[in-house]
């Protein structure tokens, strides 16, 4: 089964043409393109503006599949690299929507195999919960202490020099896995943040453990960083 890597690209079409909105499964007509973004107007009259590079647009009968990133998962995790080890996290949705870093935190050294790797990624995501009520600030702190002492930091500041990260998502048909930019510890684009134009590497479902693995190095190959700490950075091999 061959893990394949999608990257985003800007959304080419010209007013008259017809998309689809992959969120929604609703087709619309391209009625202006701009520079960086297009109006559509649905068939109930209904128009919406989006960003050419908004991934939830397709031209019509282009894509079988939705791209990456654009379906609800099933399930989400995430990963990250360092020079001595990698770290993975479940990831929790609360009551009120937003998703937050949980447990387990499982490290394993970089050099890994595949397979091991790979049975990790299946663990995190297994632990994936919804409907999590808002925890207290001291269950946030507990949270941000064990991820911290799995990753062998004392900081969070310090992860965010040293560290590369992707997030993971399973899909009914699909494993993605979404490389990240590491825009450092200063400025607006601090942090670990999605790139321009995204990334992606996806694994057709079922997959073997060894193909996770796999995926998730080929992951991290893709990720970006800038700033001052980027040496720090050590990428697979």
């Known amino acids: ?54 991934i939830h647009f397709s031209r019509l009968g282009t894509a079988l599949r939705p791209p990456p990133g654009v379906r609800v998962p099933l399930r989400r995790a995430g990963a990250y690299h360092m020079r001595e080890r990698i770290v993975l996290h479940a990831q929790a ?18 050099d890994a195999p595949p397979a091991e790797v790979g049975a990790a990624v299946l663990e995190v995501l297994s632990a994936y919960r919804t409907g999590v009520p808002e925890p207290s600030k001291a269950e946030r702190d507990g949270e941000r202490r064990a991820l ?3 990753a062998g930091v004392r900081s969070y500041r ?27 510890t200063r400025g607006n684009a601090k942090g670990f943040q999605p790139q321009r134009p995204m990334q992606w590497v996806v694994v ?15 992951t991290f190959e893709l990720c970006t960083t800038s700033g001052p700490d980027s040496h720090t950075h050590v990428r697979p091999t």
Not at 2 to 20: H, K
Not at 93 to 110: K, Q, R, T
């Open 1 to 54: 089964m061959a893990v394949e890597v999608f990257r985003g690209e800007p959304l080419q079409v010209e007013a008259g043409e017809r998309v689809r909105n992959h969120r929604t499964g609703e087709v619309a007509t391209v009625v202006a393109v701009g520079a960086e973004f297009v109006r559509v107007r649905y068939d109930d009259g209904r128009e919406e503006g989006a960003s050419r590079w908004a």
């Open 93 to 110: 949705e609360l009551e009120n929507g937003p998703v937050l870093i949980v447990e387990p935190y499982l490290a394993l050294p970089p």
């Open 148 to 150: 911290l002492k799995a």
């Open 158 to 184: 310090r992860l965010q020099e040293t560290a590369l990260a992707c997030w993971i998502a399973e899909q009914s048909d699909a494993f993605e896995f979404t490389a990240l930019h590491n825009g450092g």
């Open 204 to 218: 057709d479902a079922p997959a073997r453990a060894a193909e996770l693995g796999e995926a998730l190095t080929r």
